[in-house]
């Protein structure tokens, strides 16, 4: 199974404040990278997928960049509806794996 | 605008069986995978299985691979996950996404409860 490892784990950061997320995997996976944003008794949202396209409906604050083992997410004019735990997933193959998520708070 | 609505989660116990469903509406279902992902309280998130457009092709996660089983019913617009020998482990919430890939909407959950 590819492990999927995300960094940092929690981070605190301000409103307005860029974030990066970064997430890496046991081995190669092609871009076929997902970002999911989680908040607290809520469903996941989807937010991007190979790597760096938005679903649709998701604001260009997000955006996403990598390639072979090591992607990035990154938020930027971090605002209060953009707290929340964001994970990673591959889906090169089966099984797809997630990473362990990202917490952002507030600071 | 997708709609995913899921339903028959609660509480058993560790060896019973219970079947969740999805129903589907704002876009064409049977052109669609569709997957299975859970998450435990507190835990991260799960993929569980996924299932192709016509349910011909299956996949699941190791753990639940022999007691659940994914399916679907095109012309009800509905994805079905039948859980058998639940375990305490299999205690989630379970949402049904679209897609097989990365997936792209997702039902609001239902909570599946196994203790004795």
Request: net charge positive; glycine share 10%; aromatic share 10%.
């Amino acid at each position: 199974d590819i492990q999927m490892t995300q960094s940092p784990s929690s981070l605190s950061a301000s409103v307005g404040d860029r974030v990066t997320i970064t997430c890496r995997a046991s081995q190669g996976i092609n871009n076929y990278l997902a970002w999911f944003q989680q908040k607290p008794g809520k469903a996941p949202k989807s937010l991007i997928y190979a790597t760096s396209t938005l679903q649709r409906g998701v604001p260009s604050k997000f955006s996403g960049s990598g390639s072979g083992t090591e992607f990035t997410l990154t938020i930027t004019n971090l605002q209060p509806d953009d707290f929340a735990t964001y994970y990673c997933q591959q889906y090169n193959n089966y099984p797809r794996t997630f990473g362990q998520g990202t917490r952002v708070e507030i600071k | 605008e997708v709609q995913l609505v899921d339903s028959g989660g609660g509480l058993v116990h560790p060896g019973e069986s219970l079947r969740l469903s999805c129903v589907a509406s704002g876009f064409t279902f049977s052109t669609y995978w569709m997957t299975w992902v859970r998450q435990a309280p507190g835990k991260g998130l799960e993929w569980v299985a996924t299932i192709n457009e016509d349910g011909s092709q299956k996949k699941y996660v190791d753990s639940v691979k022999g007691r659940f089983t994914i399916s679907r019913d095109n012309a009800k617009n509905s994805l079905y996950l039948q859980m058998d020998s639940l375990r305490a482990e299999d205690t989630a919430l379970y949402y049904c996404a679209t897609r097989a890939g990365a997936p792209a909407d997702w039902g609001q959950g239902i909570l599946v409860t196994v203790s004795s």
